[in-house]
């Protein structure tokens, strides 16, 4: 008798509407194309916690701002953690998965980033500018963003906000990876329309920038987006590190590039379910 395939319950809103984006779409065409190698069902985050005991693994793809459902994700995460069931990502992300503390915490250790603080004592920090973002630090997809002049910042650093100056940058750049390897980047050439990407030719010193973040974050295993903008002296500048569920756009690819990515995901995948079978933890 053949081995039996592994099973694979993957997570996805296909209703959640999201702007610019079109997630049903996105994961109809990824799970058509992992059916070929594993037995695979698809399932609303809120029933990942109750349907994921009878899987080898739970693929959280495109479900959406943790936001909408905070405390059903952290009882999904407590039972996963719990009863040893892998999750891919692994729930060990440091970046968005466990909120935007990191952005804070990296700005404070060098790394080029947005300049980041939570707290007014440290507004100080901050470069001057004639605006600044102040966003929640458990926000997503832009929700509570607001755009304040200094003089309205008084009072707003309590630590449960980020600040950072805001950035007349000339385009923001997001570089993908599966596990430790680039795929591809795609960049927004109108800052004012986010999701219309086009193919990006990353640049060595782009694929070290994106690098250093995916080594800092150490998932082993996993799809990683790493967001930039590309600041008026020229540097990147790291906006967000997405190791949750970031979106892929795959359909800005090319069908090679797209079949790249495919491979790619499904090797990883695979990897990872042999490392569990192995004995071996993975990421």
């Not at 694979?8 to 779409?25: E, F, N």
């Amino acid at each position: 008798m053949p081995a039996a395939r592994p099973r694979v319950l993957y997570v996805t809103d296909l209703a959640y509407p999201a702007r610019g984006r079109r997630y049903g779409d996105e994961d109809v065409f990824l799970t058509s194309r992992l059916r070929e190698h594993f037995d695979l069902a698809l399932c609303h985050p809120l029933d990942a916690a109750a349907l994921m005991d009878g899987f080898d693994a739970v693929v959280v793809r495109n479900s959406g701002p943790v936001l909408g459902y905070q405390q059903e994700y952290e009882a999904f995460r407590a039972r996963a953690i719990e009863r040893g069931t892998r999750v891919y990502n692994p729930l060990t992300g440091k970046a968005d998965m466990a909120g935007k503390q990191y952005l804070i915490d990296l700005s404070a250790a060098g790394f080029p980033v947005i300049p980041t603080v939570d707290r007014t004592e440290d507004l100080h920090l901050l470069p001057a500018a004639e605006r600044y973002v102040v966003k929640p630090k458990l926000g997503a997809d832009s929700l509570g963003l607001r755009i304040l002049p200094a003089d309205r910042l008084t009072g707003l650093a309590d630590g449960t906000v980020l600040v950072q100056p805001h950035i007349d940058f000339a385009y923001e750049v997001s570089f993908y990876f599966v596990d430790d390897d680039f795929q591809y980047a795609l960049n927004t050439p109108d800052p004012d329309r986010r999701w219309e990407l086009q193919p990006y030719a990353a640049t060595a010193a782009d694929l070290e920038f994106a690098r250093a973040f995916v080594d800092w974050n150490g998932l082993g295993h996993g799809i990683q987006r790493v967001d930039a903008c590309r600041a008026p002296d020229g540097r990147l500048l790291l906006v967000e590190l997405e190791d949750l569920n970031p979106y892929l756009s795959l359909d800005a690819l090319t069908d090679g590039a797209r079949d790249a990515f495919v491979a790619a995901l499904t090797g990883s995948l695979g990897r990872f379910l042999a490392a569990d079978r192995d004995g071996v933890r993975a990421g």
